[in-house]
């Protein structure tokens, strides 16, 4: 009997709460994403069926290529496919991936996947350039039989009986959704971080993760068992009998808790002193407006549109798509505002065949308002789908990334020019929707006084504004001490931009990180922002965390602490407060 392995602890970084047991099932996230699928042994004939019927189809493909290819091109192009014909005929890459499937019982992707690595290594290390060269052959042949096979008959995750626990070296946006809504009950992934995308959907799909857990795909094996824990960073592999029983335990305590606060009205969102705060809804996905009204939301402070793109992906989404989800939105919202953010698309994001090109410094090139201000084909579809769902309730439309005043005017033309398309084609569609602009852009943050009076409002978006300020990449663990939400310097910002709104006398609102956690409340309210927008779970705990507050003392705290030196000595000053209700803690 196999020696059972010793209990494993790693950290990372708890980026969504909640524990999550399972099996490990590791993805190896490439070009094609792969999974390791065990089989069972009256399944080898049939999985090796699999890939002998994918080697057809993709010979037959190749042969289609190189008959093209030596009509249009020369018979020199025409002879590269015929090498790749010759690889899918090498008895000797055939016969290994086939004992592959037979020895270790597994998928045939997986099978194609792991021994293209081993020739790949062989092939690397040739003294012979041509005889290297040729691994760019085998790649390109491993990617046709990868897509071909998954084209046939895809494994999914779904086919593991049981509860999954993904572990990626990365995990795309896209793949976070769709497997968030299977049987996935966790992710723990090498790459990422707080505020990443993938993270969002994971925080928005209620699923326990855990980031930046260096090394953790070389040291799990596909169905190893594998505890995560989203609070504290912390995965366990092959936890003993123990400790899984006290993580179950825990587990439970969680849920029930959870039962709690959804079946507990929210109350008001009031100071002791009477002070109202506003407190709004982000939303990423559909799922989350059935909690909408259950949790006291003022309406929708942000919709992110990009996780549109990445339900559709690989397809844009048609205006239809458009109108639709905008439509659900505004409904959930009413009477209340629903705030929708235009695309966010570029930088590390979804969405790379709208950049035409390659960018050597993507987060800081063609990326939120310039991308659509760029390309107005696909912008318009988006345009078209709000205009015309905004006649069913209160749309406010704001855009990310924002820097000039030209962006801003040249957004609002665009706008106007499609709704007079729209009543050109006799389509109903919204005059009287408000149009304002995220604050994230430490520019932005600057002239925020002159950007007050080209907009309806502002929302600050911490996430960005902290890691463009202090230029720190909030999700590189070398750095992220450096990630200070309370650092002097953003205080002092979130103020002027507090300031700028209140004398145009528009709403100012913090949709970021910074809003949802309640260490931060007393300084955000000192700072003159009394509007957050918060994943709707959070909004019954910050509200009741409002009401043991007072209003009064914290602008004066706001003003010491905006003069304070270091992100340190303004926690100090927080957790000295009176009224604060509660303390700033030392990994703020």
Known sequence: MPRRPPMQSLSGIGVSDGVAIGRAVVIAYRATEVFRIPI?????????????????????????????????????????????????????????????????????????????????????????????????????????????????????????????????????????????????????????????????????????????????????????????????????????????????????????????????????AVTRDGVEIELLANIDLPEELEDLAACGARGVGLYRSEFLYMETDPKPPSEEDHLAIYRRLLEAAAPYPATIRTYDLGGRKLAREMMASDEDNPVLGLRGIRLTLARPHQFRTQMRGLLRAGCCGELWIMAPMVSRIEEVRALRAALQASGEELDQEGLPRSKNYKVGIMIEVPAAALIADQLA??????????????????AVDRNNRHVADLYQPLHPAILRMLRSVAESGRRAGIPVSLCGEMASDERFLPILLGLGLTRLSVHPRTIPRLARSLRAMEHRPLAELAARCCEAASAEEVER??????????????DA
């Open 40 to 268: 069972r042994e009256d399944e080898i004939e049939r999985e090796l069926e699999r890939f002998q019927a994918a080697l057809g189809e993709v010979a037959r493909e190749i042969e289609r290529t190189r008959r093209g290819a030596g009509r249009l091109f020369n018979e020199e192009l025409a002879a590269i496919f015929e090498a790749h014909t010759l690889l899918l005929e090498d008895r000797s890459f055939v016969s290994a991936i086939e004992r592959r499937i037979r020895q270790d019982r597994v998928n045939a992707e997986w099978a194609v996947h792991e021994t293209s690595l081993d020739l790949l290594k062989r092939f690397s290390a040739l003294d012979n350039e041509y005889l290297r060269e040729r691994g760019e052959d085998l790649e390109d042949v491993v990617r046709q039989l990868l897509r071909t096979l998954q084209g046939i008959s895809q494994h999914e995750v779904t086919e593991i009986e049981g509860d999954v626990i993904l572990v990626a070296d990365d995990l795309v946006p896209s793949e976070a959704i769709r497997l968030g809504r299977a049987n996935v009950v966790g992710f723990a992934i090498e790459a990422g971080g707080r505020t990443s995308h993938t993270t969002i959907i994971a925080r928005s799909l209620g699923i326990p993760a855990v980031a930046a857990v260096a090394g953790v795909t070389s040291l799990v094996t596909d169905e190893d068992p594998i505890v995560i824990d989203g609070s504290t960073g912390t995965v366990i592999l092959h936890p003993t009998a123990e400790v899984l029983s006290g993580f179950e335990a825990q587990r439970t305590a969680l849920a029930l808790a959870a039962d709690q606060v959804r079946t507990e009205a929210a109350g008001p």
């Open 453 to 470: 009076r080209e907009v309806d409002f502002f929302a600050i978006g911490t996430n960005d504004l902290i890691q463009y300020s202090l």
């Open 573 to 586: 000053l927080i957790a000295a407060c009176p009224g604060a209700g509660t303390t700033a803690g030392e």
